[in-house]
Structures are given as C-alpha cells and as structure tokens.
C-alpha cells in the first residue's frame, strides 16, 4: 500500500513538473525567468529517482525547495504576498513526505525524523521565513504615533455648522471632514447599529445622504429621493422622478446612479413656495427642484418643477448623456455638467457646463468650450458644440470667492485623440476653476496632456486652507487623478503649492495617426501607487496562473506609466478605474492630513483596428476613428488580478511636510477566490475599492468601499485598524455623519445597494435585487 503511495506521490510530482517545464519553456523563449523550466525538468528528475525509491530524489527535493527560497527572496524579497505562487504549493507538495509510512519506503532501515531529513529542515527554512515576512506584514499596517498628537490645529470656519452635514463632501469645499468629536480613538470600538432603513429600490447605491436639521436626504437608483428622521430612520417622505424604464433597463449599474442630491435655502426674503428645497440632477437629462419638508416638485421651477437638460444640446440618443453627480450651489446658482457615453464615436453631445437660478430655474450661464467668450445660450438653432469635454463628476465651490471647480473629462472617444479639437486639448482631464456667476474661466490646470487612456479627472476637488513655511494659510484646491497623483495647487490663481515636474515620457509605438506629448506633470505629493513594473511583479494565487501572468505581461508592451495605446496591447497601470476615483479624498482641515483609497489594478488595453471591429471582435467601437478600443482588467483565468497585492490602499499624507505618513492596504480575503469564489480567510490583502473616505476631529478615518463587506475606522494618525463592523454588501459610496438635532449622538451613515457588485475582478454574474432595495445603516456609540 506505502509502495503505491509513493509511486502515486512521484507521479503527481512528474505531472507538475510537466505542469512547470511546458509554460517556462515559453517563458524563458520570451526572454523571462529560467526558474520555472529550471524547477520543472527538476521535478520530474526527482519524480523518477523517487519512483525508483531512491533516497536521491527527496534530497533533491530539499535542494529544490531551497533554490526556491532563495529564488523567492530574490524576486521579492520578505513581500509576505509576493511569497504565495512561488512557494505555497512546492512546499505543500514536500511536506507530504513527512508522513512516516510515505518516508518508510525510502529508509526500511531506520526512518529519519523531519528535522533531521534535508527536506524537513528545507520546508522549516521556508515556513520560519514566511513567518518573519507575515510578522512585518502585519507591523506595516500600522505606524507609531508621531507629532500630529501635539500639533496645534488650525481654526476653521468652511463647514456649515458642527452637525449638519448639507452637501455631498459636508461642506461644499468637497473635504469629507466633520468638525465633530464626541465619536473618537478611545470610544470607537462601542460604535454599534442604530438603525436600518431598507430603500425598496434595486440597483446601485452610490449615494452619500446630506442632512439638514430634522431630515436626512437620500437618492436611490434612478433618481428616487428619500427623507429619513435623522434621529430614527423612518421615511418622511419619498419623492420619484419616474425615470424612464426603458433606460433603466440598458445597463443599470451606470444609468440608475444617482450620487447626491444638493440642499438649498432661499434668501430671507423670498416669499414663495419652497423655501428650501432639494435639487437634483437625473439620468434622463432633468434637473428637478423638490421641497425639502413635504417631497413636492416646486411648481414655479423651470417648467413645472423641472429643467430640460436636452435644451440646445442637438441629438441626444438614449444613454448618451445623463446627470449623476449633484449640482454645486454658487451664488444662488445650481451648476451642473452631465455623464456623456463612453467610446461609443465622435460628435457625441456636448460637455458643456451649464449654471440655472436655484430659485427660478431660469438658464444664468454656460461655458461651453466650442464658443469661447460667449456664456449665454446658443442663438438661431445653433447648439452647444458636440464631442467637448464634460464634467460627469462633482464640482466643488468656495462661496466666498464665488468660485466653482470644474473636474473635467476628455472629448470622446478616450483611446484616440488623433482629431480632437484643440480647445478640447487646452481643458481635457483638467481642474478648471470658473466664475460661479458668470462662467468665466478663472484658471485652469491640465493633470494629462493630450489624454489618450482615460485618466480623466474623476474626483471632486477639495478645498482646505493650508499653512506656509511661515504658518500662514494659504487658499489650496486638492485634484487627486486615476493615475494617483494628487495636485495641490493655488485656489485663486491655479498655481502648484506643491511643486510640478513635466517629465519625459515614451515616444515610441503610437499609433500612426494619433500622437503623444513629450512629457506629463508628476507632483511633489506622493503617489502612492506609482510603479515601473517588470515580469517579476506579477502574481497568481498558483504558480499556474503565476505563469500566465508573466507571458502575458511579456506579450504586452509597456514601457511605464504613460505607454501609448496600440494594437498589438499595453499594460497599462492604473487601469482606467483609478487610482483615485469619484470617491476622491477626504481632509482633515485643522491638522491638514489629506486620506484617501486608491486603486491599484492594471489593464490590458489594446486598440482594435477597424476591420476587426466591423467583423465582430468585442470592443468598444470608438466611430469615426480608425480604431475601437477592447479594455478589461489584467486578471489570470482563474479572475485573479495579475499584478501583486494589494489591489487597493488607503494613504494618508501631511499636506504641511508634503510628505507620507502612512500607507496599508485596505480589505481582507474574506469575500475573494478564484472563479467567483469566497476563500473566507481574513487576511488583509488590499482589495479593489469604491467610494471615499470621511475623517472627523475625533481623530478617525472612516470607509466602507472593499470587496470584503466591512465598514472600518482608522486612526488618522497611525493607519491603525480601530473597530470594524460586517455589512451584509459592499458599500459603493462614501460614509458620512452629523449630530443628531433630538438626542444630540453623533450618527455616522453608510449606504449599500441590494445586491452587490463585483465590479472589478473575477468572474461576475447578475444575481437578482433583493425586494428589499438599498441598505443606509446608522451607528451610533452604544448606551448614549
């Protein structure tokens, strides 16, 4: 029966060696590692002397797994994660030749114990350096205290008010900071559930809630708003858009979003209906006013309680442009720009920025790139100029300047720029800071020149007073971007307060009929995502897929951050989700730490000659250029990201020093797996993120956006992973909280969709909305 065994043990040793020796031999052709045909014809080796029985084959084997190691050390040195294809499964293959009646048939004599035997003591070098790699694993996700515990804070007066939270970022300078801190670092881990509201709406939930007094406001998918008592959750009442079907049912995940809704209070003397009211852009191109204490449409806005985004905008197919984002309120104006469809060809509608009374609705100004000094609207059947860049984000403003900002997109299609216009060029992918009751432009500041891989600008920017080398404050406007960077620059006239290198970068392999520029901007601030990466980084959970994702990462081109798209396909880091994204960064306004979540996913992009497009080859078909464009996230068969954890960080940086103060990777594998999979283990491995951060004076940092489905807080200062909560989905918005007006408790709120979304890796498919509708979950500190 041992002898069967073993001859079984070689066999399936010689089959993995085959496993290794076919793929590295394709590998080293390429160019790349030796290790895995080196390790494969040496399993096989190995296979047969064991076969044979000969005591020859397990030293072997320790000689193996030794080389391994050192290989391993080598490749990614005490990287804890970096160890798991490389090691996991030949060390799990040796040690089945621990068991004594396996190792009885190579000593009939005299069976040699673990630790004596060259493969005990290779397998226990293994495990003693995996071990010390896990150990300083686990110390990095947190750093010591420093200086911020006695850093003076500095004085602010940019929130609406101690416990009201009025706009999307709390106060309309996009910071996600609240000023309140009766939940902190010492009382945290006592937050628990206070209440939960189910919504009655499917799809997504992006939406972070405002609150205003008694009421909190939240906008379901496809533009269902809700009011909840801010003490106990009930409805107050609910307000429809009655959003056509039609385009609900074309892809949902994008065109039911609805991210915020915006509050607006009348001057004193205004004697009509609506004093206050909620105003609301819509996925069906209207922007709505409802009163903000009953839920009714406000009659005497625009036309029966509605504006018609459509209005001069020439053709507009279904899906082809949408509101998503809420309005920014400037001076009595509600500004707004609109989602417009990504890669679907030339000429689609315009980008244009358009501003309307908040009271009246009437039309105040646009800024519309096609006609450049001219802010009204178009004259004698002309339309707002097709195809310009559009602001499907969140402005931010700063009221007492009378100053909106703009985060822009790029002219479609993204993947080729080769006849866009050269207006489009000054303003693509860029923070525009424009006149609030004019819509002149002010400034502006472009984060990628001539864009060509969707690294639009996707989060609000967020406006904080910083202080100089000499402590006085300084007007700022963060722009953070999906290829990490965050810019700091001047509010008033867009010059970097931290300091901008345009960098030289690649020329070669565009295609002919598009173009590249010679350099890019990198700020001073950190990146904490930036990386060249080589075969090495690459990553599986087996040395399988492992070795998938290094031949196909050699088959790609990539010459760094900026590789010009082409045809044969790039590698192409961060993919185009970021990065950051519309979660965009939260701030500490007194003591000045900027947190935010990024992405670290890359992707394969590759432009798709028109000929294969015609013929059917899947890809996003760009008309009107010479080329569609197929872009999917670079995971191995097994749905596995390619590159090495983690797949998602969060970071936070001193914006006085201009330097990090930490970094850690955010989400555990607890809801991850090959295959769709759940592996249930929670180590924390960084996973794919959505929606934002919110820091409080308490000193906390609070989000909710990882794969794992667990609302966490965070020490601003240290990183330190305080309290954490399971969630029954994964949150898709940014947390948020204010100072219940009844009872006094800070109340911190997340939302969820009714069903989730594995929206980034692996393999997905479309489970059915719980009846139920949406989660918002309310905490509050136990026995208050």
């Given at each position: 029966?041992?002898?069967?065994?073993?001859?079984a043990?070689?066999?399936?040793?010689?089959?993995?060696?085959?496993?290794?020796?076919?793929?590295?031999?394709?590998?080293?052709?390429?160019?790349?590692?030796?290790?895995?045909?080196?390790?494969?014809?040496?399993?096989?080796?190995?296979?047969?002397?064991?076969?044979?029985?000969?005591?020859?084959?397990?030293?072997?084997?320790?000689?193996?797994?030794g080389?391994?190691?050192?290989?391993?050390?080598?490749?990614?040195?005490?990287?804890?994660?970096?160890?798991?294809?490389?090691?996991?499964?030949?060390t799990?293959?040796?040690?089945?030749?621990?068991?004594?009646?396996?190792?009885?048939?190579?000593?009939?004599?005299?069976?040699p114990?673990?630790?004596?035997?060259?493969?005990?003591?290779?397998?226990?070098?293994?495990?003693?350096?995996?071990?010390?790699?896990?150990?300083?694993?686990?110390?990095?996700?947190?750093?010591?205290?420093?200086?911020?515990?006695?850093?003076d804070?500095?004085?602010?007066?940019?929130?609406?008010?101690?416990?009201?939270?009025?706009?999307?970022?709390?106060?309309?300078?996009?910071t996600?900071?609240?000023?309140?801190?009766?939940?902190?670092?010492?009382?945290?881990?006592?937050?628990?559930?206070a209440?939960?509201?189910?919504?009655?709406?499917?799809?997504t939930?992006?939406?972070?809630?405002?609150?205003?007094?008694?009421?909190?406001?939240?906008?379901?998918?496809?533009?269902?708003?809700?009011?909840?008592?801010?003490?106990?959750?009930?409805?107050?009442?609910?307000?429809?858009?009655?959003?056509?079907?039609?385009l609900?049912?074309?892809?949902?995940?994008?065109?039911?979003?609805?991210?915020?809704?915006?509050?607006?209070?009348?001057?004193?003397?205004?004697?009509?209906?609506?004093?206050?009211?909620?105003?609301?852009?819509?996925?069906?191109?209207?922007?709505?006013?409802?009163?903000?204490?009953?839920?009714?449409?406000?009659?005497s806005?625009g036309?029966?309680?509605?504006?018609?985004?459509?209005?001069?905008?020439?053709?507009?197919?279904?899906?082809?442009?949408?509101?998503t984002s809420?309005?920014?309120?400037?001076?009595?104006?509600?500004?707004?720009?609109?989602?417009?469809?990504?890669?679907?060809?030339?000429?689609?509608?315009?980008?244009?920025?358009?501003?309307?009374?908040?009271?009246?609705?009437?039309?105040?100004?646009a800024?519309?790139?096609?006609?450049?000094?001219?802010?009204?609207?178009?004259?004698?059947?002309?339309?707002?100029?097709r195809?310009?860049p559009?602001?499907?984000?969140?402005?931010?403003?700063?009221e007492?300047?009378?100053?909106?900002?703009?985060?822009?997109?790029?002219?479609?299609?993204?993947?080729?720029?080769?006849?866009?216009?050269?207006?489009?060029?000054?303003?693509?992918?860029?923070?525009?800071?424009?006149?609030?009751?004019?819509?002149?432009?002010?400034?502006?500041?472009?984060?990628?020149h001539?864009d060509?891989?969707?690294?639009?600008?996707?989060?609000?920017?967020?406006?904080?007073?910083?202080?100089?080398?000499?402590?006085?404050?300084?007007?700022?406007?963060?722009?953070a971007?999906?290829?990490?960077?965050?810019?700091?620059?001047?509010?008033?006239?867009?010059?970097?307060?931290?300091?901008?290198?345009?960098?030289?970068?690649p020329?070669?392999?565009?295609?002919?009929?598009?173009?590249?520029?010679?350099?890019q901007?990198?700020?001073?601030?950190?990146?904490?995502?930036?990386?060249?990466y080589?075969?090495?980084?690459?990553?599986?959970?087996?040395?399988?897929?492992?070795?998938?994702?290094?031949?196909?990462?050699?088959?790609?081109d990539?010459?760094?951050?900026?590789?010009?798209?082409?045809?044969?396909?790039?590698?192409?880091?961060?993919?185009?989700?970021?990065?950051?994204?519309?979660?965009?960064?939260?701030?500490?306004?007194?003591?000045?730490?900027?947190?935010?979540?990024?992405?670290?996913?890359?992707?394969?992009?590759?432009?798709?000659?028109?000929?294969?497009?015609?013929?059917?080859?899947?890809?996003?078909?760009?008309?009107?250029?010479p080329?569609?464009?197929?872009?999917?996230?670079?995971?191995?068969?097994?749905?596995?990201?390619?590159?090495?954890p983690?797949?998602?960080?969060?970071?936070?940086?001193?914006?006085?020093t201009?330097?990090?103060?930490?970094?850690?990777?955010?989400?555990?594998?607890?809801?991850?797996?090959?295959?769709?999979?759940?592996?249930?283990?929670p180590?924390?491995?960084?996973?794919?993120?959505?929606?934002?951060?919110?820091?409080?004076?308490?000193?906390?940092?609070?989000?909710?956006?990882?794969?794992?489905?667990?609302?966490?807080?965070?020490?601003?200062?240290?990183?330190k992973?305080?309290?954490?909560?399971?969630?029954?989905?994964?949150?898709?918005?940014t947390?948020?909280?204010?100072?219940?007006?009844?009872?006094?408790?800070q109340?911190?709120?997340?939302?969820?969709?009714?069903?989730?979304?594995?929206?980034?890796?692996?393999?997905?498919?479309?489970?059915?909305?719980?009846?139920?509708?949406?989660?918002?979950?309310?905490?509050r500190?136990k026995?208050?």
């Amino acid at each position: 029966m041992s002898t069967t065994m073993l001859k079984a043990y070689a066999i399936l040793l010689a089959l993995t060696g085959l496993a290794y020796t076919l793929p590295g031999f394709f590998l080293m052709m390429q160019g790349g590692s030796l290790y895995y045909l080196g390790a494969g014809l040496l399993l096989i080796v190995i296979a047969g002397k064991l076969f044979q029985k000969q005591t020859s084959g397990l030293t072997l084997l320790a000689v193996l797994l030794g080389l391994t190691l050192l290989w391993t050390l080598y490749e990614s040195g005490l990287d804890f994660w970096a160890f798991v294809p490389r090691l996991s499964l030949l060390t799990l293959l040796a040690m089945i030749m621990l068991i004594p009646p396996l190792r009885r048939q190579l000593y009939p004599e005299r069976v040699p114990t673990a630790v004596e035997s060259p493969i005990g003591i290779s397998i226990g070098a293994i495990l003693v350096v995996t071990l010390v790699a896990y150990i300083s694993f686990m110390n990095s996700l947190s750093v010591s205290p420093d200086e911020f515990a006695s850093r003076d804070r500095h004085d602010v007066h940019n929130t609406d008010s101690d416990t009201n939270w009025t706009a999307y970022g709390n106060s309309r300078k996009g910071t996600r900071y609240s000023p309140s801190e009766q939940i902190n670092r010492d009382n945290v881990d006592e937050l628990e559930l206070a209440w939960v509201y189910r919504t009655q709406v499917g799809e997504t939930f992006k939406n972070t809630p405002i609150q205003v007094n008694d009421k909190l406001y939240a906008c379901a998918a496809g533009n269902v708003i809700i009011a909840l008592n801010a003490e106990s959750g009930e409805e107050m009442w609910r307000f429809d858009a009655e959003v056509s079907e039609d385009l609900l049912g074309i892809a949902s995940y994008f065109t039911s979003t609805c991210r915020s809704v915006s509050y607006y209070e009348a001057p004193e003397d205004y004697s009509g209906e609506c004093a206050e009211r909620i105003l609301m852009g819509t996925v069906d191109a209207r922007l709505l006013a409802v009163d903000a204490n009953t839920g009714q449409q406000c009659q005497s806005f625009g036309d029966g309680g509605s504006v018609d985004l459509t209005k001069d905008m020439g053709e507009v197919p279904l899906l082809y442009y949408m509101v998503t984002s809420a309005p920014a309120i400037v001076r009595g104006n509600a500004v707004l720009g609109g989602w417009v469809l990504d890669n679907r060809e030339v000429n689609e509608p315009s980008g244009v920025v358009r501003a309307f009374d908040a009271i009246s609705g009437e039309f105040a100004w646009a800024w519309d790139l096609g006609r450049p000094g001219e802010h009204g609207e178009p004259q004698n059947g002309e339309i707002y100029t097709r195809g310009t860049p559009n602001v499907w984000s969140l402005f931010s403003v700063d009221e007492e300047r009378g100053m909106v900002f703009a985060p822009t997109g790029n002219e479609t299609p993204d993947y080729f720029g080769g006849q866009r216009n050269p207006l489009s060029e000054d303003y693509s992918s860029s923070v525009v800071a424009l006149n609030g009751e004019t819509g002149e432009v002010v400034w502006s500041f472009q984060t990628v020149h001539h864009d060509i891989w969707d690294y639009d600008a996707p989060s609000q920017p967020a406006l904080v007073d910083v202080a100089d080398e000499n402590g006085n404050l300084v007007p700022a406007v963060l722009q953070a971007t999906k290829r990490g960077e965050v810019f700091m620059l001047n509010r008033e006239t867009g010059e970097p307060i931290a300091a901008v290198e345009e960098r030289a970068t690649p020329q070669e392999g565009v295609v002919p009929e598009d173009w590249v520029t010679p350099t890019q901007p990198y700020s001073a601030l950190p990146n904490t995502i930036a990386k060249d990466y080589t075969e090495r980084d690459m990553w599986g959970i087996t040395p399988f897929d492992h070795m998938w994702c290094r031949i196909s990462f050699n088959n790609l081109d990539y010459e760094g951050h900026f590789t010009p798209p082409n045809t044969n396909g790039i590698f192409q880091h961060p993919g185009n989700s970021g990065g950051y994204n519309w979660g965009s960064l939260a701030i500490d306004e007194e003591q000045q730490i900027m947190v935010g979540s990024a992405m670290t996913l890359p992707n394969h992009l590759r432009l798709v000659p028109r000929e294969e497009v015609d013929a059917g080859v899947p890809a996003s078909p760009q008309l009107g250029t010479p080329y569609g464009a197929s872009t999917v996230t670079f995971v191995s068969p097994l749905g596995i990201p390619c590159s090495e954890p983690p797949f998602g960080v969060l970071t936070a940086i001193d914006l006085q020093t201009q330097e990090l103060l930490w970094k850690r990777p955010i989400g555990t594998t607890n809801d991850l797996g090959p295959l769709g999979t759940k592996i249930a283990l929670p180590m924390e491995i960084g996973t794919p993120v959505s929606g934002g951060t919110m820091v409080t004076k308490g000193g906390l940092v609070f989000f909710a956006g990882t794969l794992d489905r667990r609302f966490r807080a965070f020490d601003i200062h240290t990183g330190k992973e305080l309290w954490k909560h399971a969630l029954p989905q994964s949150a898709q918005a940014t947390p948020m909280t204010y100072v219940s007006p009844e009872s006094h408790q800070q109340t911190v709120v997340v939302t969820l969709p009714g069903v989730g979304q594995n929206y980034t890796v692996g393999v997905s498919g479309e489970p059915e909305d719980d009846p139920q509708g949406g989660y918002i979950m309310a905490f509050r500190l136990k026995n208050r």
